[in-house]
């Protein structure tokens, strides 16, 4: 049975929970709830198992807080034996505009600090990542207020089609392969 490492980068806590910058947690929290599946919390981090078409995800929301997002994400990867074209690495990114998505095989962190440690661990620019863009609609000097503040209204009204489409992608990373998935979702 093939096996993916879904890593959602993300903070823990209760303050974080809503944030922008938690899109990844919100993307893996909304396939586990429509999966009907469970995290459990593992060494660094929460994990839980989705079967799909005889594939097996692993949906991991590391614990280490985003900075050291690489650390549970090297760890899962070793552990579960993993190669690095199996891991879709899920952030958020003020590029782009409110859910934007961009599915990449390589490139910068884009001052990312959690893109920018697991590109530090893994010793690679070369492994696949999902953008989801959480526009850059602050003020000068209020980007930190931004990226840790809560979703506006209408992102909120527009999150649920997002996080569906979201969770199309991971099936689709799994089952149809990056090409295919940066073809069918780039730019939507």
Avoid: C
């Avoid at 549970?72 to 952030?91: G, Q, S």
């Avoid at 961009?102 to 893994?122: E, F, M, P, V, W």
């Amino acid at each position: 049975m093939k096996k993916f490492l879904i890593v959602g980068l993300g903070n823990i806590g209760a303050d974080y929970v809503n944030t922008r910058h938690n899109i990844g947690f919100k993307i893996l929290d909304h396939l586990a709830r429509k999966e009907g599946i469970d995290f459990q919390t593992v060494k660094l981090g929460a994990l839980a198992e989705y079967k799909f078409k005889v594939r097996t995800y692993l949906l991991l929301k590391p614990n280490t807080y985003m900075n050291l997002s690489g650390k549970a994400i090297k760890y899962w990867m070793d552990k579960e034996n993993i190669p690095v074209e199996n891991i879709l690495v899920i952030t958020d990114d003020l590029n782009l505009p409110f859910g934007t998505i961009r599915i990449r095989t390589k490139g910068s962190d884009g001052g990312h600090n959690g893109l920018k440690n697991t590109q530090l661990l893994l010793n690679t620019t070369v492994y696949p990542r999902f953008r989801f863009g959480i526009s850059d609609e602050f003020k000068k000097g209020q980007q930190v207020d931004y990226v840790l503040g809560e979703w506006d209204e209408t992102e909120k009204a527009n999150l649920p089609e997002r996080l569906d489409v979201a969770a199309e992608i991971i099936r689709s990373f799994g089952t149809a392969g990056l090409e295919h998935t940066m073809t069918g979702f780039n730019g939507k």
